[in-house]
């Protein structure tokens, strides 16, 4: 479904593109597409730039890969705000922070394929976040999220994550999105 | 706009996320007492707009979404009497919901009936401790297992619980018969997407301080999860810690017998129970990494041994302990076991089809013995 809104292509080199040019993941600003309040998009992107930082500890911005349906998409950098030492203390609890500085990433990748993020929905363990589409409709979306800090398998976990968004309360459509941050590599697949 | 933007957007639901959120700090924070009001909070502001969704039918699926977050916020909040009413409250209009939703909330008051008979138990038994072992992967369904996967980890576990008492409470290691631990294990039914085992440990008697130098169920639970820790990250160090190589021995085996074989179990994680709290994954590889260990306890010159087949005997009496298998064509082999190593586990392999990892002695009083070290169930 998703490829008919993405346009597919292999990622720029830095030389094809000015640095200034090129698309941005922003965790800095909540985006238009996430419904939510800032508290929520700051708390999860508060816990994204602490693990970014671990990994990319001279900057706050790096260059992702991302794919989509096994596809390579747009090259864009990630922007994140430097962690306070408050905030470190915070999410120094590596395990959740990567899953909670996943969810922030998987909302900039879901408004990026042109979904809104409207809400947060309670399950028996963990949660899932509603979709719909940015140009409207009354049809609901599910978003399954993971995170990973470094190695792993993020092919299997995507599988497992689809897998698991086709179960549940809500059978419906949807988008597993995985995040390694190590490398900030993103992967996303949906469903129908 | 939408019913999906009207109902997310509600001021209510919006308090409800935030309030979840700062719930997830403070569990991250370990500060439960916090973490339950903020779910409290969160659940409280959800039903206000819950009970409002679809409440004419128009909506199922959205109003199943928010009853089953509602129900689930009170169960994180261990207000379990609220999480039961608000569930009835929803489902005493079924035609409101969609039919997933409706299995949603009857799942969640079988867990919510599970918690609050635990909660209920941790009341009356303020001394016990339960641990949680879930097994996932392989070929573990939703909430079904074969029984010959979880009849040796029971068996393992309860070894696990005697040992760790006996040696908290400066008991001798114990070579035969059945163990004096002044602890109880009982086990709770359970409801799991995989599969959980929960074991609750309690003392047997009822004295309020048995004796200042025996284990309490706490204590034992507590020793238990640092063993496990230590097997999980490096045998070696359990070996160390654990000054007595028969006991160390003993736990390593335990720790064996409970962890994944990687075919019909993919993982297995034990921990506190509901919280998960200190938990440990009892992986495949950790289960060769202990055997690896559990070879080199034995300081005899060996070469390894690996024999496939149905265990028919088990000698556990007179001063040379002995098992027989009869492997795959049918030949009968005889192996050693170590004295007081397998009791506890062995008996629910007999006739069963095992694997068995072990070592061929090259010198042992003059013989050439073989020895099991791990005979574990093939349970493909």
């Known amino acids: ?192 | 706009m939408n019913a999906i933007d009207t109902y997310y957007n509600d001021p209510s639901h919006r308090r409800s996320e935030e309030a979840a959120v700062k719930a997830e700090r403070a569990v991250r924070a370990k500060q439960r007492q916090e973490a339950e009001r903020f779910y409290r909070e969160a659940a409280e502001a959800e039903l206000t707009v819950a009970v409002r969704v679809g409440d004419d039918g128009s909506e199922p699926v959205l109003r199943s979404l928010f009853a089953v977050s509602t129900v689930a916020l009170f169960f994180k909040a261990k207000d379990f009497a609220k999480a039961r009413n608000s569930a009835y409250l929803f489902l005493a209009r079924p035609e409101c919901l969609s039919s997933d939703g409706r299995d949603e909330l009857e799942g969640l008051l079988a867990k919510i009936a599970r918690e609050a008979s635990l909660k209920q138990l941790m009341t009356e038994q303020p001394n016990a401790a339960a641990l949680d072992l879930v097994l996932s992967g392989g070929q573990v369904g939703h909430g079904l297992i074969a029984s010959r996967a979880t009849i040796p980890r029971r068996e393992a576990f309860q070894s696990l619980v005697d040992r760790a008492w006996e040696l908290k409470g400066g008991r001798d290691f114990r070579r035969r018969g059945i163990s004096t631990a002044n602890v109880l294990l009982l086990e709770q039914a359970t409801y799991s997407g995989s599969f959980g085992l929960r074991f609750i440990i309690m003392q047997k008697d009822e004295r309020p301080n048995p004796s200042n130098d025996e284990p309490s169920a706490r204590d034992v639970a507590s020793y238990i999860l640092e063993l496990a820790k230590l097997a999980t990250t490096s045998p070696d160090h359990l070996k160390d810690e654990v000054e007595d190589p028969a006991y160390a021995k003993a736990f390593l085996t335990a720790f064996r017998d409970l962890a994944a074989d990687g075919k019909a179990i993919g993982s297995i994680t034990l921990g506190y129970a509901a919280t998960f709290d200190e938990s440990v994954t009892l992986s495949h590889t950790v289960r060769e990494q202990i055997t690896t260990t559990l070879r080199t306890l034995d300081d005899r010159e060996a070469t390894p041994i690996r024999l496939e087949g149905v265990l028919k005997v088990v000698h556990l009496r007179g001063s040379e302990p002995k098992i027989g298998i009869e492997d795959l064509e049918g030949k009968y082999h005889e192996l050693r076991i170590e004295r007081g190593t397998q009791d506890d586990t062995i008996g629910a392999k007999v006739n069963r089809h095992v694997i068995v990892q072990g070592v061929k002695d090259l010198e042992r009083d003059g013989e050439r013995d073989n020895w099991a070290h791990d005979v574990q169930v093939a349970e493909d």
């Open chain 1, 1 to 192: 479904m998703s490829n008919e809104r993405t346009q597919v292509k292999a990622p720029a080199t830095p030389n094809e593109r000015p640095e200034t040019a090129r698309s941005t993941f922003d965790l800095t600003t909540k985006p238009d597409a996430f419904l939510g309040s800032d508290f929520v998009f700051g708390a999860y992107a508060e816990a994204a730039s602490v693990v970014l930082t671990s990994y990319h500890e001279l900057s706050t911005r790096a260059a992702s890969h991302w794919y989509h349906n096994d596809k390579v998409q747009d090259a864009r950098d990630i922007i994140w705000t430097e962690p306070t030492a408050v905030q470190k203390t915070t999410h120094g609890n590596a395990k959740d922070a990567t899953e909670y500085g996943a969810y922030a990433i998987a909302f900039l990748i879901a408004a990026a394929l042109d979904f809104v993020v409207v809400g947060r929905s309670e399950q028996g363990s963990g949660c899932d976040w509603i979709m719909r589409r940015a140009s409207g409709g009354t049809e609901t979306f599910k978003l399954e999220v993971s995170g990973i800090a470094q190695g792993g398998s993020p092919g299997s976990r995507l599988a497992t994550k689809v897998k698991q968004g086709q179960t549940g309360t809500l059978k419906a459509p949807g988008l597993a999105v995985i995040v390694r941050f190590s490398e900030v590599s993103l992967h996303s697949e949906d469903w129908t």
